[in-house]
């Protein structure tokens, strides 16, 4: 007691004669953690994956609010070098045309510089230029067809790209068989496909007949993206055994798992399978809109293919577990 009552007259003496305050208990630091004893945090690149119905959030805000997750970077297998002192035919093909593509499309491809080069801070970009008021060439853009297949049983290829979106235009990240192929039977890969200025994403894979008896034979996951001329990370991990039969497939935007499917029997082996990058203008997907007069910038970043997605097959089999299934066209 007589203890307690010094203590309590000492306090009141610093405080009067030598304003000195009280210390702070609560708010003092935490002693250091000791990092040997320290539990590992599991990275879950889908935190939707922990939600009853296993569903992901098909409203995708851009990457600085998601984050794109650190991983070990993973060695690639092929990653053009967009060096302007180059030509772009050195890593794709530029298809050329001017015969509407299947939809009615209004663009002629061409292989001008002015629609598609390499920056001088090394970047690839496809240029679709509208000028409506011209006597001809009214719309030109570029496709360009990678020469590298995907070339592996099991791999992941991912591209950073900044998309235009407007009315009439129709940015694409996409991947066909090498030719000769047959389209649709030979299989059809869309990994980033904004149109007309809507916002939202794509995720596709088409196979079969396009027609009314083979609705089923296309699986598709609509993304909302908040921020679509935003940076993004848009990623295809699939998984095949050798022989080209079966497997599996995941869709990623920014690092979050968007959708899976089952690789479709019937179509070629994943590793024939060519990187498309192309704008088009016009036609049925963009219920023959047409772009106001402008140029419209499909810039890539960054452009690779590795033999692993980020994180590892670790990832990709806890993803796939808990991703929802694409659903066939309505």
Not at 222 to 238: I, K
Request: charged fraction near 20%.
């Amino acid at each position: 007691m007589l203890r307690r009552l010094l203590k309590k007259l000492l306090r009141r003496i610093r405080k009067k004669f030598f304003n000195v305050p009280e210390p702070n208990v609560a708010a003092s630091d935490p002693p250091p953690v000791n990092h040997s004893n320290k539990p590992e945090t599991q990275f879950n690149p889908n935190p939707q994956c922990e939600a009853e119905n296993h569903e992901p959030n098909h409203h995708h805000e851009p990457n600085h609010h998601h984050g794109i997750h650190h991983h070990e970077p993973i060695l690639p297998y092929w990653q053009p070098h967009f060096d302007p002192s180059i030509p772009t035919h050195t890593y794709f093909e530029q298809e050329t045309g001017a015969h509407g593509w299947g939809n009615n499309e209004a663009q002629m491809y061409t292989q001008n510089l002015a629609n598609s080069f390499f920056t001088s801070d090394n970047k690839l970009v496809v240029r679709a230029i509208s000028q409506p008021d011209a006597a001809e060439n009214k719309y030109t853009s570029a496709r360009l067809v990678s020469r590298q297949t995907l070339a592996r049983d099991r791999g992941c290829v991912t591209a950073s790209l900044t998309a235009p979106s407007a009315p009439g235009i129709w940015p694409a990240f996409w991947m066909l068989p090498a030719k000769p192929s047959t389209w649709p039977v030979d299989g059809e890969v869309d990994i980033c496909e904004l149109w007309n200025g809507n916002a939202i994403n794509h995720s596709c894979v088409h196979w079969g007949h396009y027609n009314d008896q083979d609705k089923e034979k296309h699986r598709v996951i609509e993304t909302t993206m908040n921020a679509p001329t935003a940076l993004h990370q848009y990623s295809f991990v699939w998984e095949q055994a050798p022989g080209g039969v079966g497997g599996r497939m995941l869709w990623y935007i920014d690092e979050c798992p968007v959708m899976r499917a089952s690789i479709p029997d019937g179509i070629r082996p994943m590793r024939d399978f060519q990187i498309i990058l192309n704008v088009a203008m016009g036609g049925n997907v963009c219920q023959d809109r047409l772009p106001a007069e402008g140029v419209y910038d499909l810039v890539v970043h960054d452009l690779k293919l590795m033999d692993e997605p980020q994180g590892g097959w670790a990832v990709f089999n806890r993803d796939w577990e808990c991703t929802v299934e694409g659903h066939p066209m309505a």
